[in-house]
Structure formats: C-alpha cells, structure tokens
C-alpha cells in the first residue's frame, strides 16, 4: 500500500507512519486493530477519518496522541521515532504538543470552566498566576469568559464542549486531536463546535484531525481519510 501524502504550504511534517500495525490479544483470538498503515501528515492540516465502528479509528487517534505503542512498524513525531522516545518524554511531548477533544468533553465535574482549562498547564509546570491568566485567555477564545466559574453541569453540552477545546487550546499545541467532537450535540450546536474547530485551524495554523460519524463534520475538512478493517485509505 502506498503511503497518504498530506501536504500543505507550511510544509513541516508532523507525522509520519510506515507500516504501522496494531494487535490485540481477545478472547484468545488476535485483532488487528491497524493493519500497516502508511500515512504522511504535514502541519497545518485540518484532516477528517471515518469508517464503521471497530475500523480502527479509535486506535489511530491513539497512536497519533501517543498514547499507544504500535506492534510493529515505525512512527515518527517531528522527525522523532516514537519507539525510541521514554515513556516519561512521550509523557512530556504531548502535554506539550498534542490537545485533545472528546464526545463526553472529559471534564472535572467539581471543578468550574476556568479550573478544568487550567488543569491542562499543571503538567508544564507553569506558573499558578500565569495558569489562570493563560485558562482566561483560551475560554474567551471560545467565547465563555463569562462562564468561567460555572461547574460543567450549569453549562451546556455545546459550552462544555467549548470548555474542553479551550483546555486543549490553552498550551498552544501543534495538533488537536478530536474523537467525535460533535457526537453528543444537535446539528446547530455541531456547526459551531465545527466553525471554531475551523477557525484555530485557519488563523492559528494547529493541525486538526477529527473521526467523525457524522458526513457534514466529515465534509468540511481538505483531507478526508477512511480506515476499515484497519486499513487506512484517502477518499477522493
């Protein structure tokens, strides 16, 4: 299988992957969760993946969050081999790289907004009053400056979902990775979660990948990829 190229004007690559396999012991029986994917990623890029349910979309966005190791073939980060990065570092990278956004927003449900942005900062060991000042900032980039001391249940599913792309926000990563961003939302909330989703990747150069469900989140990006039976292919 040929390796996907995506290629923008920036042309910092971010990701590359040769190969990559992932494999699960179930039940006594092997799964391939990805099946030697090939695939080339370049900065700036706001790209979609679909594909049925157990395709191995899920697992792709692992491996690109860093948070799984393949079983074999090669992922390199900026250049970086994965494989040879210590836990510790992989740790480090992407609390410093990578963001993340999730269907059920992930957030502390006794922490209020501006709390729940900041906790993204604790592991860069940052400043207390520049956390707060930096969590301030990402929510009104969202537009929820003014919700800042409510608690996730006094806000709804559509400022939830803002909290949480602002505490992905907030360490001004290189990638923001979101897994059904917009699965629990109605179809107006869901274009705007997608226009802001859109504008910090178009005015602040973050490279967007999302898997989706949903074909009118899926058709707003360039790129728009499918993997199903874990193997990964480029949709025209």
Wanted: hydrophobic share 40%; charged share 25%; proline share 3%.
């Amino acid at each position: 299988m040929s390796t996907i190229n995506i290629t923008t004007d920036a042309g910092t690559k971010i990701y590359s992957l040769s190969k990559i396999t992932k494999q699960y012991n179930q039940k006594k029986k092997i799964v391939t969760a990805l099946d030697e994917v090939d695939l080339e990623i370049q900065a700036g890029e706001m790209i979609a993946i679909q594909g049925p349910t157990g395709g191995g979309k899920s697992t792709l966005l692992q491996m690109l969050g860093l948070l799984d190791r393949p079983t074999s073939g090669q992922l390199l980060i900026e250049g970086r081999n994965a494989a040879e990065i210590s836990a510790g570092d992989l740790g480090t990278l992407r609390a410093e790289k990578i963001g993340f956004v999730f269907q059920n927003y992930n957030l502390i449900p006794t922490l209020n907004a501006i709390d729940n942005v900041e906790t993204a900062l604790v592991p860069l060991g940052i400043e207390a009053s520049e956390r707060r000042a930096r969590a301030l900032g990402a929510l009104e980039s969202v537009g929820l400056a003014d919700r800042a001391n409510h608690l996730p249940t006094e806000l709804s599913g559509g400022q939830q979902q803002r909290v949480a792309i602002a505490r992905a926000l907030v360490k001004n990563p290189d990638v923001i990775l979101a897994d059904e961003p917009t699965g629990n939302l109605d179809e107006k909330t869901r274009d705007e979660i997608v226009n802001l989703l859109e504008t910090l990747n178009r005015e602040k150069g973050i490279t967007l990948i999302i898997v989706t469900h949903d074909s009118q989140v899926a058709k707003r990006a360039k790129t728009l990829l499918r993997i199903e039976g874990g193997k990964l292919t480029r949709k025209k």
